[in-house]
Each structure stands twice: as C-alpha cells, then as structure tokens.
T-cell receptor, first 114, second 112 residues
Framework: DAMVIQNPRYQVTQFGKPVTLSCSQT?????MYWYQQKSSQAPKLLFH???????NEADTPDNFQSRRPNTSFCFLDIRSPGLGDAAMYLC?????????????FGNGTRLTVT | KNQVEQSPQSLIILEGKNCTLQ??????????LRWYKQDTGRGPVSLTI?????NTKSNGRYTATLDADTKQSSLHITASQLSDSASYIC???????????FGKGTSLLVTP
C-alpha cells in the first residue's frame, strides 16, 4: 500500500497559471519534504516541515510556497509557473532527521508548463 | 562544497550478470550514506543506509560498501534481473540533520 501519495501524477498548467500539487502520508511522520527533480539531475530540496515548523532553502524561488494544514497533508503551490519550473516534484517524509530516519518518497508529480 | 559524484553515468549489462556502481563524496563531517533505487517515473526507494562505523550492508542482491577514510562507496548488484533497470542514487548526509547531498545517479539498464 502506498504510504506517501502524490496527486496528481501528471499535471499540465499554462505559463503563469497558479498550480497546487498535493501530498499525503499514512506514516504519521514528523517531517515532510518537497523536492524538485529535473531530467537526469539529482533531486533538489525546496523546503521541508518538521511538524509545523517550516524551513525554506535559501535558493528556493519565492514563486514556490508550501502549506501543511495537518500531519498527513502537505501542499506545494507554484504561484506563477514558468517554463523552467517543468520538472518532477517529489514529496518525501521521514520520522525525524536522524540517521535511522530514511526518506520515504512518493511517486512524484510530473509538471508540464505550456 | 559538499559534493557527491557517481560513476558510471549509465551502464548496460546482460541479465544475470553482476555490476558495481561507484559513489565518491566530499561531504564533511560525514553522518551517513544511503543508496536509493528510482524506477522511471517513480519516487526513489531506500536500499541501504550506512553510518561511519559500517563497512558493508546487504539488502537481498544489493550489497553496499563504505570506506569512510577514502570517502567512497559502492553498490554491488548480484545476478541482475530485468527489474533492476533503474536509476541508482547515492545520498550523503553531512550531519544528523535534514541536509542531504544527492548524486546525479547511475542509470542501469539490464537487457535480456
């Protein structure tokens, strides 16, 4: 059974049109992450939540925002998508941030910007 | 700058053969190293996680090694199967926090 679920699997949006990607988890993990992965590149961390504490990476564009209304759900909002934002967006969770807390990834949402 | 370099970038092997993927890192201070398998269009799945004191860890046909002195790790796949075709990503943590350093992955194709 999928434990980190991302919806939708594929999302097409128009240039400049806001879009929201969603992630839910059944693991009751404290930490939720959003990664951006472009073709043949390593995933790049955008931000993460430790419980309700939001942590933004320094180089994450202001165009990207996130919400975590409860333990189970986390959303990625892209306010004005540009062509360069087309990528796979991966949500991940972990129990904590220690050694014994591997990341559990969802299957991602592939975003296309037209 | 913390870096993780993987080689080869891509690899094609015949079904049933063994292969070894390499990961070199400059991440310091080292906390742990993880290998993930990422099938096309799917999220990465954890294979192994090793700390400083661990040299070898196995998960079925996957065996990871770690040399913390030379800052090198390898992932050995035994008796490859078609389902092993995927990208294998090496991830190194600098400390016990959330900061993970990802390699770009090795793309493995197992052919009949």
């Amino acid at each position: 059974d999928a434990m980190v679920i991302q919806n939708p699997r594929y999302q097409v949006t128009q240039f400049g049109k806001p879009v929201t990607l969603s992630c839910s988890q059944t693991l009751n993990h404290n930490v939720m992450y959003w990664y951006q992965q472009k073709s043949s590149q390593a995933p790049k961390l955008l931000f993460h939540y430790y419980d309700k504490d939001f942590n933004n990476e320094a180089d994450t564009p202001d165009n990207f925002q996130s919400r975590r209304p409860n333990t189970s759900f986390c959303f990625l909002d892209i306010r004005s998508p540009g062509l360069g934002d087309a990528a796979m967006y991966l949500c991940a969770t972990s129990r904590g941030t220690g050694v014994l807390s591997p990341l559990h990834f969802g299957n991602g949402t592939r975003l296309t910007v037209t | 700058k913390n870096q993780v370099e993987q080689s080869p970038q891509s690899l094609i092997i015949l079904e049933g053969k063994n292969c070894t993927l390499q990961c070199n890192y400059t991440v310091s201070p080292f906390s742990n190293l993880r290998w993930y398998k990422q099938d096309t269009g799917r999220g990465p799945v954890s294979l192994t996680i090793m700390t400083f004191s661990e040299n070898t860890k196995s998960n079925g046909r996957y065996t990871a090694t770690l040399d913390a002195d030379t800052k090198q790790s390898s992932l050995h796949i035994t008796a490859s199967q078609l389902s092993d075709s995927a990208s294998y990503i090496c991830v190194v943590s600098a400390n016990s926090g959330y900061a993970l350093n990802f390699g770009k992955g090795t793309s493995l194709l197992v052919t009949p």
